[in-house]
């Protein structure tokens, strides 16, 4: 066990190395955030069953009260308004996990990841919106091309679609990517104020009661669901999200969705290795629309122009390359 010094070195140093290296936190956190899906799906819980346990359980870690504690000392108490906020963007995050959960047993665990970044788009419209940060053009271009992977990844122009109600599951996983939008804007936004990992464990707390009290929970899951459910509490909640909510206030939103791309593909790739999920090809094809539209939205013209001049570089460096 550390003592008291040890612990606030500890904590300190966790808190200067994601503002120092605020995107590797944010990869960090959203690859955590890629383990949910699957984890869930094992543990075969009900939608309320799932929010409810994996807010709860990550309420007691360890990581948690200590960083809240020393944030807590530095910065002072949450406000009632911060406080507020906080409950607000728990409920959001509730809904966002109810919708994401129904969907995962209908469309599955990695195509609903995709789906649910339908965000990248939205996030960025509700700061344009409410804190006039202004955004790019690409985002107008790249909508339907967004829409348009969606209908795809859905199953909605085919048959035999993965999932057991692909269809459904669509509807599902936009509208907790509604919610998953409204909950990150609450929390990047409220991180700029500071007590960040208080106002998290506020969003736990609140997420976990909108959980239990939501139709179909059950207290009683069995030992191999309540198994899943806490890895989903500690990679998910803790390594995912507190890691997240650290990180995003250090961003801009724009960047900030572009990073938590990585939590799709990396949900694909597991979904597909322990799940042994096999979306369509028409599906697949949706997926990549969804992924390189999120990914033109969410980076700088800049930031393309610098990777284009270094592929054609490299391609024209390469003695293999027939002009």
């Not at 869930?40 to 360890?62: E, M, Y």
């Not at 020393?70 to 963007?89: D, Y």
């Not at 599955?108 to 344009?128: D, F």
């Not at 990180?247 to 960047?255: E, G, K, P, W």
Request: glycine fraction near 12%; proline fraction near 4%; charged fraction near 10%.
């Amino acid at each position: 066990m550390l003592n008291g010094s040890q612990r606030q070195r500890f904590l300190g140093a966790v808190s200067r190395g994601v503002r120092a290296r605020p995107r590797s936190a944010m990869a960090v956190g959203a690859l955590g955030v890629a383990t949910s899906g699957v984890f869930i799906d094992l543990s075969g819980a009900a939608p309320a069953t799932a929010t409810f346990f994996r807010c709860a359980l990550a309420l007691p870690l360890p990581l948690l009260w200590p960083l809240a504690g020393g944030e807590r000392g530095r910065e002072g108490a949450l406000s009632w308004r911060q406080a507020a906020v906080a409950v607000t963007a728990g409920a959001l995050f509730a809904a966002d996990a109810l919708l994401w959960t129904r969907a995962i047993y209908e469309v599955g665990a990695g195509l609903t990841a995709v789906l649910v970044n339908a965000q990248v788009v939205i996030v960025p419209l509700l700061a344009l919106l409410i804190d006039r940060e202004p955004i790019r053009g690409a985002f107008l271009v790249v909508s339907p091309f967004l829409v348009a992977g969606i209908l795809l990844t859905g199953g909605v122009f085919e048959t035999g679609a993965s999932g057991s109600d692909p269809g459904s599951g669509t509807v599902h996983a936009v509208l907790a990517a509604l919610c998953y939008s409204a909950f990150l804007f609450l929390l990047r936004r409220g991180g700029h104020n500071g007590q960040v990992v208080q106002s998290y464990r506020v969003v736990l707390l609140s997420a976990a009661v909108v959980g239990a009290l939501w139709p179909g929970a059950t207290f009683t899951p069995g030992w191999a669901a309540l198994g899943w459910l806490t890895l989903t509490a500690v990679c998910g909640q803790i390594g995912g999200w507190l890691l997240i909510a650290l990180a995003t206030a250090h961003l801009s939103s724009t960047v900030s969705a572009a990073m938590l791309m990585l939590t799709p593909v990396g949900a694909l790739a597991l979904a597909a290795v322990v799940l042994g999920e096999q979306p369509t090809m028409l599906q697949l094809s949706g997926c990549a629309v969804i992924l390189v539209s999120a990914y033109a939205a969410s980076t700088s013209g800049s930031g393309r122009h610098r990777i284009t001049a270094t592929v054609r570089k490299r391609l024209g460096d390469s003695p293999s390359v027939v002009a």
